[in-house]
């Protein structure tokens, strides 16, 4: 048989103070700017895969013959609809 469990103050631990308003506002403002720093990497590395996903693409549409006709046609749509994309994620990202 187990002894009873009790529950026990832990009356060593130190009280956390409050951080003044300043310092708290501070460290926000820091830790927004961080996210939007990450953020932007995080969209610079999107538009990478999909430069990546266009040059494959690219390779693909004009592979002539050792690829069936119809994978050829799909991938010269999607080479020039990952052009648009990434456009479009530069331009919105500029105005940021």
């Given at each position: 048989?187990?002894p ?14 409050p951080?003044?308003?300043g310092d708290l506002?501070?460290r926000?403002?820091?830790l ?7 953020a932007?990497e995080h ?6 895969a ?16 050792a690829y069936?006709a ?17 456009q ?6 500029s105005?940021?």
């Amino acid at each position: 048989m187990s002894p009873p469990l009790s529950v026990v103050a832990d009356n060593s631990a130190e009280k956390t103070k409050p951080l003044p308003s300043g310092d708290l506002s501070e460290r926000i403002r820091r830790l927004q700017a961080e996210a939007k720093n990450l953020a932007r990497e995080h969209i610079k590395a999107l538009e990478a895969a999909i430069i990546e996903v266009e040059r494959l693409s690219s390779e693909i549409a004009d592979g002539g013959d050792a690829y069936p006709a119809g994978v050829r046609e799909l991938s010269r749509r999607m080479a020039e609809d990952c052009e648009m994309k990434v456009q479009t994620l530069e331009a919105i990202s500029s105005r940021a």
